[in-house]
């Protein structure tokens, strides 16, 4: 395939870097949905995941979203300001903290979804249904297939 228009580089032939390009849009659009919500796409995944685990701490988010630990600290201390999400003590284990999205999260992650559903139709509507599955369960063979680059301990 020939570069496609507007994408000029001699690295247009890897795959690589068409991923690459291609998560640096998905990107994009998602700060641009998440604005009119003030909430980035990473406190959108932290809120979702605390929503989804069963009393997660903040060390089991990390390694669930592949998060440094330090950031997460820092993630879930903007949410505890904005009052989007309480630590709690572990009633089994008073030492660790669970993560706890408030109702006002349960809002807000709700309209996010939405819109993320929304802008994923718009972004892969050049693709067939069946394309998008197929790309959806070949990405998520590679993702399985190889470690996670970022830091968990």
Do not use: C
Not at 3 to 13: D, F, I, K, R, Y
Not at 58 to 75: H, I, Y
């Amino acid at each position: 395939m020939e570069n496609a228009s507007g994408w000029e580089t001699p690295l247009w032939h890897t795959t690589g870097f068409r991923l690459i390009k291609l998560g640096e849009l998905v990107q994009a659009v998602t700060a641009e949905i998440f604005g009119p919500q003030e909430i980035s796409s990473r406190q959108f995944h932290v809120l979702a995941a605390a929503e989804a685990m069963p009393d997660p701490s903040q060390k089991e988010l990390s390694r669930a979203l592949g998060v440094d630990p330090n950031v997460m600290v820092g993630l879930v201390d903007e949410l505890e300001s904005r009052g989007l999400a309480e630590r709690k003590r572990n009633p089994r284990d008073r030492r660790r903290y669970i993560v706890t999205p408030t109702p006002d999260a349960a809002l807000l992650l709700q309209k996010a979804r939405d819109a993320v559903t929304s802008a994923e139709e718009q972004f892969f509507a050049p693709l067939s249904g069946g394309e998008r599955e197929v790309l959806h369960e070949l990405s998520g063979r590679l993702l399985d297939a190889h470690p996670r680059v970022t830091k968990h301990e």
